[in-house]
Every structure is written in structure tokens, then in C-alpha cells.
């Protein structure tokens, strides 16, 4: 089962802003893409969950900025699952670029809620939460910060 | 009736790239904002006429850049709609900056298909395709740019 | 002094995704727009303080979404400064939707340090500081949302 | 010497839009990821071009859409320069989906401007010319799209 999930790419130029850098709200969509990636590694596709009528909503985000990407930049992200509820789910990230310089980029949490189509909240299939449960990490995204 | 329709903001940091300009690409989100505001200039709103399974999906785009937009610049995007049929429709737009030096920065066009919910071709109620017909203007977009 | 600053705008079909509302890292584009407005009613325009060399960087963000905003809502931004040091300002946002039904959609905090252009931490020039702690608020962005 | 260079990548939930597909500008994206990778396998970074003082950029774009892209689709961009003269360069570009079932998506072409810093036509560098005039390809864009 894995635990920590790694998501690689570079930097798009239509990500960076006038200051020469990855604009921030831009982290938020690359801890999507490690989120996407940490459910296929379960062996779930988020885009099948949400065509069955389960959809993840975020309710809750932060970002912690401690340096710049710039384009090109070879990116990663490591995404954990750091709580499990039967109606939502806590993921954190660490964002490094790879290249051309290693470097600690940024670290987020997001909470998701499990909804349905109609918006109203709706617990995740147990099938499904066994598979989060089975992967869920016991430290929270400020020891992972500090660590 | 409206035949050309005015649409203003400014430009947003989010919107800027390394250039230090607008990123081009968000001259077509400009380009929807216009058609948005043409549309409910003509007593009709799009997000309505969405909801009741009519969507108007973008066919062709072409942009013309002349010169470059900044952050915080006042931009105006002057629509009009030059070719009307059963389930197309063809706009064009000039997009101006109005402050702080006001100066012509593209043209462009655009043509929409109408398609039902499951993408399908749908000709468009014939109540609305009368206020598009009626809104339609002769000039090409060829002719605006250079007219 | 302005001690709120408030921005409108619609949500932009740009900004949808597809479970058919806003998607939840625009929430800090509009945050942006916000700040922007802010320190225009301050009197400074953000685009000229970074033209002077001192940049505005996000060092962290955090959204508590309540409720989901949708394609052609009109959209409101109430911000305030909520915290200012020499290095750092502190903005809170309170984000509703006024039409067609109104609604709280969303509280957010950003904290904001003084860059020069090559990244390094920076004081702010007296004169802007003063403007700023004469706009200071001193409810915390937690008090906003119960307020 | 490369004369097509793919480019492969899902399509980010950031990308989708309430009609469940990836909305139109991001193809300019796509097109601008094919490009940068398209110059990088002429052996040259177009991030290390900029950072000399060369900047392409975009005076025309047009694209054409046949089929749309949804969320977490594999897409792949192959990508041509077609046209090389001293200050301009026209790139042109298939877009496909690879999985979960196979399609052709779109055709563009954009056409960019060699500037320096000041936003002044600026002649590319012999060594950079004669490397993109190497790997320029007849056929037009035209040509890719019935071909």
C-alpha cells in the first residue's frame, strides 16, 4: 500500500507571474494532481468516484511558502493522507523542486468533504474508505513541516 | 438592440506571466467575458440558457496580437456577433486598453456550436436564434481589424 | 481611511470546473483582487509599489470554503488589513455571493512579505507603512468569520 | 535532429469547467508545453533563450476543436515549426488523446515574434536560427490538419 505518493513535472509558463515566478494559488492545483495521483496509486481513479456520484470537495485549504519556482522547474510533490473520516479526508503535501537546484518548496494541507451530486454530504463507500484507512499516515502535516 | 457590447476590467496579477504581460491564452477568457455580457445585453442569460441543456461550445478561435496588456491596465473588449446560423454562431472582438495609455491590443474571433448536454448538434430555440439574428452585424472580423 | 475595501465581480465561466462551480484555487485569485482594491483605496497603487522594487509575496493562504459559488454569480470581497510589521501585512477576506441569492462563501487569511527584486526580505517605505497602520483593523480573520 | 516532439500529460481537474470538459484557452497551454518541449529537443532551453534576452512572443493563434478532453485524459501534443524567418516562427500542432480511447482533439498553429527585453523585434541569435531552420518542416499546418 502506498503512503506517500510522488507526483513530477515542470513548472508551465502560463504558471508563472510577473514577479518571475510560479504564481501561489497554483500550488493549491499541484497538490490536486498529487491527490489524483495518491488515490490512482490506491488503485481508485478519482474521475470514476466522482462519475459514480462521489465527489470531494474541498473545505479547507493552506499553503506555507518558503521559496519561488520558477518555470521549467522540475517540480515534485509528495502527497500523504494524514486523516480519515467517514465523510472527510485530510491530505498533506511537501512541494520540492527536483531541478536544476534541490530545494524545499512549500507544504500544504487540504480537508476534503464527500458529497453528492446535489451537494449534500454523503459517506465515502466502505470499500473505498478501507482502501483511505490502509493508507492513512499517522503524522499531521506540521510534523511534516518539521520533519 | 444592442450590436456591440462593452465589457471592462482590469487586468489581474493572476493573469500576468514572466513577460511581465497579460499570458495570451487569457485573451480567449477575456474574449467569453465579452460574449457573456453580448448575450445578456440581448435580454438573455447564457448560464440560464445552459441550465435548460442548450451549450454553446467553442468550434474555432483565432487571436490576433498587437500589443501587450499589463497588470492593473483597464481593458475593454468591444463584441459583436457577425454570423448567425441554425447552430452556429460566429463573434468577434477588439480588445482594447482603455487606461492609463489607451491603445488597440487584439482582435479576434470566435465560432460556437450548440450542442445538447451530450454534445450532440442542437439547433438553438428559435425565440433565441430570433435576438441573435436580430443582434447579427454584417461586418466580418477581417473588416473590424482593419476598420 | 478606508478600513474595508470591497470588490465585485462575476464568477467567469473560466473559473468553473467540472462538478459545475468555482474552482477552490480561484477563491485566492479573488482574495488578490481584494488586496489590490485595498491598497488602491489606500491610495497606493500595488502595480506602481512594485514598479519601485518592493514586491508583495504570499508566505501563506488558507481558505475555509462554506459554500460553493457558480458560473455568472456576482461575487463580493470585503478585506481588511488585520495585521502589519515592518516585513510582513497580514490580510483577512470575507468572500459572499450577492446575487442571485446571497450567501457567505468563504473566509481567507494571507500573510504577505516585503521583497526587493532579487527576493530578499525588505522593509517597506515609511510612508506606505504609515498609510497601512492607519488601515490596520484589529479583528483577527477568526473573528470575522463569526462576526 | 527532432522534427515532431511529443508532449504527454493528464488533464488536470484545474483544466475541466462546468461543461465536464477541458475548457478552450487551456489548449493554448497544451500548445505552449509542446513548444517548450519541442525547443528543448533541439538541444536548447527556451527558459535559458529567455533569460538571455530573447523572448518569443505569441502574435497569431488559431486553434480548431474536433472532440473535447476530459479530466485525467492522457494527452499528447505533436508538435512542428512550420515557418522560420528571422524574427518570426510559426509552430503548429496536433493534440491528441492517447487514453482511455484514442482521438484527435484539435489542430492550431501560433505564430511568435523574436523580442528583446523592451518588447523591440529583436533577430534570434545564427547559432539558434540555423538549429530551428534544421528542424523546420514543410508541411503546413493546414496540411497536418487533413493529413
Do not use: N
Request: charged content about 30%; glycine content about 4%; overall charge negative.
Amino acid at each position: 500500500m502506498t503512503r506517500i505518493s510522488t507526483s513530477t513535472f515542470r513548472v508551465r509558463y502560463a504558471e508563472t507571474d510577473q514577479m518571475g515566478v510560479a504564481y501561489h494559488p497554483h500550488y493549491l492545483v499541484w497538490c490536486e494532481i498529487g491527490r489524483t495521483d495518491f488515490i490512482r496509486d490506491l488503485g481508485i481513479s478519482y474521475a470514476e468516484l466522482e462519475r459514480r456520484g462521489h465527489l470531494l470537495a474541498v473545505a479547507e485549504a493552506s499553503v506555507r511558502y518558503a521559496a519561488s519556482a520558477r518555470y521549467d522547474d522540475v517540480i515534485r510533490v509528495d502527497t500523504r493522507l494524514v486523516a480519515v473520516k467517514s465523510r472527510t479526508l485530510t491530505f498533506a503535501y511537501e512541494i520540492h523542486r527536483d531541478e536544476p537546484d534541490p530545494a524545499a518548496l512549500a507544504t500544504a494541507t487540504t480537508t476534503l468533504i464527500s458529497l453528492d451530486r446535489d451537494g449534500a454530504p454523503r459517506r465515502l463507500p466502505d470499500t473505498v474508505l478501507d482502501l483511505f484507512r490502509a493508507a492513512e499516515h499517522p503524522d499531521t502535516g506540521a510534523d511534516m513541516i518539521r520533519g
